[in-house]
């Protein structure tokens, strides 16, 4: 957990690095996941660009500078575990995230997984002194939610459940 002025240094190095790598979120970037996905994503955005606009946001703004800035929440957390696991214990990880995220919830808090700030991996991996041994895998916006902010009436589609799970025998 990284709160204070050690966050706002890990900001302040995860942005400079943003604007100077120019990254930019895309999913298709590279073909790397299938049509499915991207189609899903980009959906998510026109789902949600309109509530962004509202609380005065540019989208591609809010979804990148806004990821390497933990959308401003006073606390990030960030996840790592040893390079010598195998990448079975991501789901250790994923659990431990999950409940995380469930208490602060049921604690008031609000909650943002973070993958993007994974692309300045050597930045956050310098500003916390964390070793070579383990490997970054997730980052978390924590605080209290903006509760008049625009955002937080937004409410995504969903698929449904038979395109993502299959049922045998049933």
Not at 9 to 29: D, E, F
Not at 46 to 68: L, M
């Amino acid at each position: 957990m990284v709160a204070g002025e050690e966050r706002e240094k890990l900001v302040q190095g995860l942005v400079s690095a943003y604007r100077a790598k120019a990254i930019t979120y895309n999913p298709s970037k590279g073909k790397t996941i299938p049509q499915h996905y991207v189609d899903r994503t980009r959906q998510f955005f026109r789902e949600i660009h309109p509530f962004i606009q509202e609380a005065g946001f540019q989208t591609r703004n809010f979804v990148e500078e806004g990821s390497y800035q933990f959308y401003n929440a006073p606390v990030a957390i960030l996840a790592a575990m040893e390079r010598c696991f195998s990448r079975s214990r991501l789901m250790d990880i994923g659990f431990a995230a999950q409940n995380l995220m469930l208490s602060a919830h049921a604690l008031g808090l609000g909650t943002c997984p973070l993958a993007l700030i994974l692309t300045c991996e050597d930045v956050i991996r310098k500003e916390l002194e964390i070793p070579e041994n383990q490997e970054i895998v997730l980052g978390i916006a924590l605080g209290y939610p903006n509760t008049d902010s625009p955002l937080n009436r937004f409410k995504s589609s969903r698929d449904a459940l038979n395109e993502m799970v299959t049922w045998k025998g049933f």
